[in-house]
């Protein structure tokens, strides 16, 4: 009944516009002024459909935004791999006050988290990495992140490795003489044992590490097992260590002697020898002749050996006398040495170095133990050797 009474209504008043203004300009008048009625009708039920719409999102002025982005960069020196899923990570992003934000997969986070103003502490991590444990390589970044109400933070991260890497390796004549231990390694959260037969790199927490012998008891017995230091180092992430572990055959004496650390690695250069040598810092701790070569490019480090022999050439060396030149000597670890690939050559500069060592002048040097200190080098006459020297004492 409404309507017809509303329908009336506008009929009623058109018939008093056409008596006023004529039935065509009433007509006209009219229909505009339905127009405008449609106009702002449909407009009204826009924005009452716009405000009833449950779809829509608004953000909110007193919050800032975070959207984190990740950089598939990856810092390492691990063995080559194919750096793993990220969108497998876990994300953590927590409050200042220790409120728990988001913890879960980086590939399930939200685009774009609103967040209110404060600071915020975020952590992604490839695996939860705690005590040592072999082919554990973790990947991981750490960020604090300043939100601010009404802007967008853009935050990257990059993950590099974060934890070490140590691998050992053992010369046959090593196992057989420690065959009744078993090597242990050491971090600041724990061990692991490193069987003789393992070639895998073990990860551990940067900061100190060590390597030691553990004896190896008979099941059932109570007693404290021995062990054998072997070293001890203070690594920092991303560092790649290898290891070899000889038995030193010219230091028989007992069991804690005689061992031989060769440290090699593509980003870590070290020599100790255990009984029988050490690491160039000192005369009494000079390197032995077959360490130079893994220490090429060291400067101002002691080495010492016994003086086997002169004349060197490209191929060859003279093991007796007579010797006919002054500018380079041959050293061993043995004074008996006669093959070439196991001598060290040396470089002598003229003046008082060459007058003291040279075989030429003073052939009685031959056979006699020398340290030397001066700059390894890859070759010199082939050989792996000391050039300059810089001083020299028998």
């Known amino acids: 009944m409404r309507g017809f009474f509303l329908f009336g209504t506008k009929l009623k008043l058109f018939k008093e516009w056409s008596m006023l203004i004529g039935f065509t300009h009433a007509v006209r008048l009219f229909l505009s002024a339905g127009v405008l009625f449609c106009a702002f009708g449909v407009f009204t039920l826009s924005v009452l459909s716009l405000t009833s719409c449950n779809g829509l999102t608004f953000q909110d002025d007193s919050k800032g935004v975070l959207k984190i982005v990740f950089s598939p960069e990856s810092i390492t020196k691990a063995v080559v791999r194919e750096f793993p899923d990220s969108n497998q990570f876990t994300l953590s992003i927590k409050s200042s006050s220790g409120s728990v934000i988001y913890n879960g997969k980086y590939g399930a986070r939200p685009a774009n988290m609103q967040l209110d103003a404060g600071s915020y502490d975020i952590s992604i991590y490839s695996r939860m990495f705690v005590t040592p444990a072999f082919e554990s390589v973790c990947y991981s970044d750490n960020k604090t992140v300043v939100i601010q109400s009404g802007k967008t933070y853009l935050l990257s991260l990059v993950c590099r490795q974060s934890n070490v890497g140590l691998r050992l390796s ?56 021995e062990l054998i230091p072997i070293l001890d ?155 300059p020297v810089t001083a020299a004492q028998f």
């Open 170 to 225: 053992f010369t046959p004549e090593f196992v057989n003489r420690f065959v009744r231990y078993k090597p242990e390694v050491l971090d600041i959260k724990g061990s692991i044992l490193y069987p003789y037969t393992e070639t895998r790199f073990v990860y551990l927490n940067p900061g100190n590490i060590s390597v030691r012998l553990k004896e190896v008891l008979p099941d059932g017995s109570t007693a404290t097992p």
């Open 233 to 387: 180092r203070i690594v920092t992430a991303r560092d790649m260590l290898t290891i070899n572990l000889h038995a030193n055959p010219d230091d028989p004496s007992s069991s804690k002697s005689g061992i031989l650390i060769d440290t090699s690695s593509n980003w870590v250069f070290e020599n100790i020898v255990i009984g029988g040598g050490g690491d160039g810092m000192t005369k009494e701790s000079a390197f032995k002749v077959e360490q130079i070569a893994q220490n090429a490019g060291a400067k101002d480090v002691w080495i010492t050996g016994f003086i086997v022999g002169g004349d060197l050439t490209a191929s060859g060396i003279n093991f007796d006398a007579p010797f006919g030149s002054a500018t380079n000597i041959a050293i061993a670890d043995s004074p008996t040495v006669r093959e070439r690939i196991k001598c060290a050559s040396v470089a002598l500069p003229a003046g008082a170095i060459r007058d003291l060592l040279n075989l030429n002048t003073t052939p009685s040097n031959h056979g006699k133990r020398v340290y030397l200190k001066g700059t390894l080098v890859a070759a010199y006459f082939g050989l792996a050797g000391v050039n």
